[in-house]
């Protein structure tokens, strides 16, 4: 531990970290790691942890990363239980190990969940999220040329509303943090987006009971409203999109079930 | 889960004020109790409704439960609860127990399998020999406990179900569950605990 001002500049870290094989059960292996910068992110420690393996002639642990700003939604760690890390509204790549004691001992797991395979480590196949996506999380739009912005009028209130679902980077952590690794948040996210806008209009039901569908059958679990994709979402997404996912689904239910086939009915005049 | 649990939320409301009755005296219970019997017609339409609501909200339970397990694949070595709610956590173990205190409670009072010593058709005097056993009361007031805790959730979780609830919204639903739940747990409870504590004879 070197200090600066009476505060420590770099830690000393005993790591607990998920070690799997694809297909195969997976287990914890212990390692220490010193020297490590408070100002350093967690992904910047990784990578020093991996150093120093590929410096012993080690395996190095598979985690998934990309834009390290906190907007792509690729990092995934669970730690300490926490998918993300101890602060709220955060990606494990603008967490700080400045949030860490001295001596501290950290367990980083990958997202726990059936439909979140592990691909090595703490890599995980997020792919069922794409699968929900292509089953209706878009609009259906002649694309090449971008049409008059002012064709469609949208208010204030509603691009803001349908901005603040748009905000899901699709990590998962909703997924990783629900006790019945429900996808709720999520799909609740993306279909607000799509179905508050006027763009979103004409694919409304099909969209909201096609990813519904495309949910369930991904092995997601089901949501009993404990709230903890809130308490974890790095993007703070609230438990809204899922009263409205709710209630979205319910009227295109009732519209489906009530919907007319422009025939007679058999035996009728 | 919300559409049948809604139907045994005004189940118990209406199930409580009808109790309450016990305060009035035994008159008032014996007579809510001989209009309910000359109304068949009502008191059966009120039994099938709640027989298959309850069936039906076992039934979608245990789906849930087993469904959620195997989603969950585990979960984390390091549990960190953030906000899940002790109520919402317990749902199934507080449902179980509810569900042997129905059984129970139907035996008692309704076939009267369990032995209950008084005298004549008063209503008034099977309840307050019922709960003179100190075991049974106790066991009454535990379940209506676990009523409360499963209550305090499942009432703040209709809303939600239903798409009729939002963050400005979500304190007032919560407080209105969780006095909804107390008033239900408190004013069953207050029937064994008089007759335990000689107040009601």
Same mark, same amino acid.
């Given at each position: 531990?070197?200090?600066?001002?009476?505060?420590?500049?770099?830690?000393?870290?005993?790591?607990?970290?998920?070690?799997?094989?694809?297909?195969?059960?997976?287990?914890?292996?212990?390692?220490?790691?010193?020297?490590?910068?408070?100002?350093?992110?967690?992904?910047?420690?990784? %990578?020093?942890?991996?150093?120093?393996?590929?410096?012993?002639?080690? *395996?190095?642990?598979?985690?998934?990363?990309?834009?390290?700003?906190? !907007?792509?939604?690729?990092?995934?760690?669970? !730690?300490?239980?926490?998918?993300?890390?101890?602060?709220?509204?955060?990606?494990?790549?603008?967490?700080?190990?400045?949030?860490?004691? %001295?001596?501290?001992?950290?367990?980083?797991?990958?997202?726990?969940?059936?439909?979140?395979?592990?691909?090595? %480590?703490?890599?995980?196949?997020?792919?069922?999220?794409?699968?929900?996506?292509?089953?209706?999380?878009?609009?259906?739009?002649?694309?090449?040329?971008?049409?008059?912005?002012?064709?469609?009028?949208?208010?204030?209130?509603?691009?803001?509303?349908?901005?603040?679902?748009?905000?899901?980077?699709?990590?998962?952590?909703?997924?990783?943090?629900?006790?019945?690794?429900?996808?709720?948040?999520?799909?609740?996210?993306?279909?607000?987006?799509?179905?508050?806008?006027?763009?979103?209009?004409?694919?409304? *039901?099909?969209?909201?009971?096609?990813?519904?569908?495309?949910?369930?059958?991904?092995?997601?679990?089901?949501?009993?409203?404990?709230?903890?994709?809130?308490?974890?979402?790095?993007?703070? !997404?609230?438990? *809204?999109?899922?009263?409205?996912?709710?209630?979205?689904?319910?009227?295109?239910?009732?519209?489906?079930?009530?919907?007319?086939?422009?025939?007679?009915?058999?035996?009728?005049? | 889960? &919300?559409?049948?649990?809604?139907?045994?939320?005004?189940?118990?409301?209406?199930?409580?004020?009808?109790?309450?009755?016990?305060?009035?005296?035994?008159?008032?219970?014996?007579?809510?109790? +001989?209009?309910?019997?000359?109304?068949?017609?009502?008191?059966?339409?009120?039994?099938?409704?709640?027989?298959?609501?309850?069936?039906?909200?076992?039934?979608?339970?245990?789906?849930?439960?087993?469904?959620? +397990? &195997?989603?969950?694949?585990?979960?984390?070595?390091?549990?960190?609860?953030?906000?899940?709610?002790?109520?919402?956590?317990?749902?199934?173990?507080?449902?179980?127990?509810?569900?042997?205190? /129905? $059984?129970?409670?139907?035996?008692?009072?309704?076939? +009267?399998?369990?032995?209950?010593?008084?005298?004549?058709?008063?209503?008034? &005097?099977? $309840?307050?020999?019922?709960?003179?056993?100190?075991?049974? &009361? /106790?066991?009454? /007031? $535990?379940?209506?406990?676990?009523?409360?805790?499963?209550?305090?959730?499942?009432?703040?979780?209709?809303?939600?179900?239903?798409?009729?609830?939002?963050?400005?919204?979500?304190?007032?639903?919560?407080?209105?569950?969780?006095?909804?739940?107390?008033?239900?747990?408190?004013?069953?409870?207050?029937?064994?605990?008089?007759?335990?504590?000689?107040?009601?004879?």
């Amino acid at each position: 531990m070197v200090q600066e001002n009476g505060k420590a500049t770099t830690l000393a870290l005993k790591l607990r970290v998920w070690r799997q094989r694809r297909g195969q059960p997976g287990a914890f292996e212990e390692h220490a790691l010193a020297a490590v910068p408070t100002s350093a992110s967690f992904l910047e420690m990784m %990578d020093m942890l991996n150093e120093q393996l590929i410096k012993q002639g080690k *395996d190095t642990f598979a985690f998934d990363h990309d834009c390290r700003e906190g !907007i792509c939604g690729m990092c995934s760690m669970t !730690i300490n239980g926490m998918p993300h890390g101890p602060l709220p509204g955060v990606t494990t790549c603008q967490l700080h190990m400045r949030n860490f004691r %001295d001596g501290e001992t950290i367990t980083v797991e990958p997202w726990r969940a059936r439909a979140f395979p592990v691909l090595k %480590d703490l890599a995980v196949d997020r792919s069922a999220f794409d699968k929900v996506i292509q089953s209706g999380g878009f609009i259906t739009v002649r694309t090449g040329s971008a049409p008059e912005a002012n064709n469609i009028p949208v208010p204030k209130p509603v691009a803001d509303e349908a901005m603040d679902a748009a905000e899901c980077i699709g990590c998962g952590a909703c997924v990783a943090s629900c006790k019945n690794g429900s996808a709720m948040l999520f799909v609740g996210a993306k279909i607000n987006h799509l179905n508050i806008l006027p763009q979103g209009q004409a694919e409304r *039901d099909r969209r909201t009971l096609a990813m519904v569908k495309t949910m369930d059958e991904a092995g997601f679990g089901n949501c009993t409203n404990y709230g903890e994709c809130q308490a974890h979402c790095p993007k703070s !997404i609230t438990l *809204d999109v899922i009263a409205k996912l709710n209630r979205d689904y319910l009227r295109a239910r009732v519209k489906e079930f009530f919907s007319s086939t422009g025939k007679p009915s058999k035996g009728g005049d | 889960m &919300a559409l049948t649990g809604l139907v045994l939320i005004g189940f118990v409301l209406g199930h409580l004020l009808g109790n309450l009755l016990m305060f009035k005296g035994p008159a008032a219970l014996n007579e809510y109790a +001989k209009w309910l019997h000359d109304h068949p017609g009502l008191i059966w339409t009120a039994r099938m409704v709640l027989l298959i609501s309850v069936f039906a909200h076992i039934w979608v339970g245990i789906k849930l439960s087993l469904e959620n +397990k &195997a989603s969950r694949d585990g979960g984390p070595a390091v549990d960190a609860t953030r906000r899940a709610s002790l109520g919402s956590r317990t749902m199934p173990y507080s449902g179980v127990v509810i569900l042997g205190f /129905i $059984v129970f409670h139907l035996l008692h009072f309704t076939f +009267k399998s369990v032995a209950v010593a008084y005298q004549g058709d008063s209503v008034y &005097a099977m $309840v307050v020999a019922g709960f003179s056993q100190p075991a049974i &009361a /106790i066991f009454y /007031i $535990v379940s209506m406990l676990l009523l409360c805790l499963h209550l305090g959730h499942g009432v703040s979780s209709v809303f939600q179900t239903l798409g009729l609830r939002n963050e400005r919204w979500r304190g007032r639903l919560d407080a209105l569950a969780q006095a909804y739940a107390w008033f239900i747990a408190l004013g069953f409870i207050s029937i064994p605990l008089a007759v335990l504590t000689g107040c009601l004879k």
